[in-house]
């Protein structure tokens, strides 16, 4: 199971520990989750006037993402991040669970 934390506080900080196990070599699930994550680090990295990272760390079945807004275009940027998390949450309660803590 992949466990996704995301707290919203002075920054944001994502956490995405595990895998999905959905089907070992095709696991649809970890892909989905996996290239959601990607397109948000590559919005950061590209969108620089909006967002910059605080820590970065990825290593196999757990991921850090920590980001300090700057605009409020990032928060956008994130929730369509955390719709496909949500998403994923709902098709697949097995394999993902989603935390979500607005401070």
Known sequence: MTIISILKDKNVTIKIKG?????AGNDIVCSALSISEHMLTEWVYNHKE???FIEVKRLSGDVTLK???ISESF???L????TGFR???REYPLNVCLFISDN
């Open 67 to 69: 980001i300090r807004a």
């Open 87 to 89: 998403a994923l949450a």
């Open 50 to 52: 909006a967002a910059e």
């Open 79 to 82: 929730e369509v991040i955390e």
């Open 19 to 23: 895998h999905a196990g959905y089907m």
């Open 75 to 77: 928060y956008t940027a």
